[in-house]
């Protein structure tokens, strides 16, 4: 189980900015920081091309300088009154090695006042590294990080990234955005893996970057995938290697065709197709799982106290979710507390998560607190599915939905269920519905009254669901609303119910 904050230590949430200056884009990320948890709330780049003329002449391409010295000068005045300790700022491959991309810097600092920090190839691939880590507690395997002109490599080793390696693969390496020739890319891609497949051989290869995460939306669309999600996306194998076929045999014209596909990447996603092949043949890749999370989170991770990276971002994000709308600040932790117990009981579904999942869903028991009563369960449904939340796979995602509906409704399912029967064995819808309703019963028994539940308890005997009170008490058991609640999750949970 992963450390939970305690909430009268909880630091008071924070805004945080980054600066990329990759290969192929200029950024600009603000961030709202809640301890653990990370919110994108503002997000604009500028495509420049920086790297695109690295291969040929050595140097920054001077349209692509032009255009990155301006994103920049808007930058600076868009964090215009903040203080430095708050902006970080990454050059990254193009940069690093343009023979000016000294000269760049000094003009960066002279028309800006910014002073952009220089990545080595190694920490750029750390920092990716911990930016996979950031959006996915659990990930292993090997991190592969895209960019413009570069491939960063770095292996994860269960307590965080091992050292990187960078390597010229990123789509202006390898030529683009001339045509593409794939029987001589695959021999070049091939002369750079080959002696580093065996140190990064894996069958779980998380993906970085925006190529990969085009590949991934494209991959959805193919296969009708309901959940328009990018983070935690997994391809198998065998889908993998006929999507990167299809694309890199794509003309220019065709990927134009192609609803959801950036405008900028038509030159660049055929090359990144290619670099994806080899990466599954010669590293033994059986699964793709993309991250939406990369190198600017990485650095925020990285920046973040020992104790606040040690805490889970699902539960952390739920938590602060729930604060933007909730009434209650202490309800989650007192539902996880008298909930959490019960429920750990039961049968495991998620492999050693379940009791993560419960504390999630606990936080986000006020979500819909000041929605119309008639649509809270729909909207809060929605609200979880679509949420910008970290550290829970697409599975865990709709089941945190649909708990998140059951606690608000007797109805058995949202009215459009597609979702939920692609992505939840029925084994674990019914586990949403139980533990929706053992939220509503918690609420409802209390009044959302927190110290009212440290008068009562739960518990599964046999066959029959228990829910108890203290000597003196016994007055919280009278409400009609309170046996119907308690009914509901009986028989959710297939049991008899008594109440004592």
């Not at 996915?136 to 390696?165: F, K, M, Q, W, Y």
């Not at 190198?295 to 020992?306: F, I, N, S, T, Y």
């Not at 992505?423 to 519905?433: G, K, V, W, Y």
Request: proline residues 4%; glycine residues 8%.
């Amino acid at each position: 189980m992963w450390p939970i904050a305690d909430r009268h230590t909880r630091t008071e949430g924070r805004q945080a900015a980054v600066i990329d200056v990759g290969s192929n884009s200029v950024r600009l990320v603000i961030y709202r920081v809640d301890g653990r948890a990370l919110w994108t709330i503002y997000n604009e780049k500028m495509v420049a091309g920086l790297g695109k003329d690295l291969t040929t002449s050595g140097r920054l391409s001077p349209d692509g300088v032009e255009a990155a010295i301006n994103a920049l000068r808007r930058f600076r005045s868009v964090l215009d009154g903040w203080r430095a300790e708050d902006v970080m700022t990454a050059a990254t491959a193009a940069v690093r090695e343009a023979a000016d991309g000294r000269a760049f810097l000094a003009r960066v600092k002279a028309e800006t006042g910014l002073e952009i920090r220089v990545l080595s190839g190694s920490e750029e691939a750390r920092f990716a590294a911990l930016g996979v880590i950031c959006g996915h507690p659990g990930a292993v395997g090997v991190v592969g990080d895209l960019g413009g002109s570069s491939l960063e490599l770095v292996r994860l080793n269960g307590a965080g990234p091992t050292e990187g390696i960078t390597l010229p693969l990123g789509p202006f390496a390898l030529g683009a955005p001339k045509p593409i020739d794939p029987e001589r890319l695959r021999r070049t891609i091939d002369d750079h893996l080959k002696t580093h497949a065996n140190r990064y051989a894996t069958q779980d290869f998380n993906a970085v970057g925006g190529a990969w995460r085009n590949l991934a939306l494209l991959h959805m669309q193919m296969a009708d995938y309901p959940l328009h999600v990018a983070h935690q996306y997994e391809i198998n194998k065998a889908d993998a290697l006929e999507l990167a076929r299809f694309v890199q045999h794509q003309s220019r014209s065709s990927l134009e065709r192609i609803e959801g596909l950036s405008r900028k990447r038509f030159d660049t996603l055929p090359y990144s197709a290619v670099v994806l092949e080899r990466l599954i043949e010669r590293l033994g890749v059986q699964r793709i799982i993309v991250s939406a999370y990369g190198l600017r989170e990485g650095m925020l991770l990285d920046a973040m106290a020992p104790a606040v990276r040690e805490l889970d971002p699902l539960i952390e994000g739920c938590e602060a979710l729930t604060a933007q709308h909730g009434i209650n600040p202490e309800l989650g932790h007192a539902l996880a507390a008298w909930i959490g117990p019960t429920f750990e009981t039961l049968a495991p579904l998620f492999a050693g998560r379940d009791g993560v999942l419960t504390a999630a869903a606990c936080r986000l028991a006020d979500l819909g607190a000041r929605l119309h009563p008639d649509h809270r369960a729909d909207i809060a449904f929605e609200q979880v599915l679509r949420a910008p939340l970290a550290g829970m796979s697409h599975p865990e995602r709709v089941y945190l939905a649909c708990v998140a509906f059951a606690r608000h409704t007797a109805a058995p399912a949202p009215v459009d269920n597609s979702t939920i029967g692609r992505m939840l064995t029925p084994e674990r819808r019914q586990r949403a519905r139980a533990l929706g309703s053992a939220i509503r019963l918690g609420c409802d028994l209390s009044g959302r009254n927190t110290r009212m539940l440290e008068n009562s308890s739960l518990a599964i005997r046999g066959d029959r669901l228990s829910l108890s009170v203290l000597a003196g008490w016994e007055d919280m058991l009278l409400g009609e609303q309170t046996a119907r609640r308690a009914q509901t999750l009986a028989q959710a949970l297939k049991l008899k119910l008594e109440m004592l």
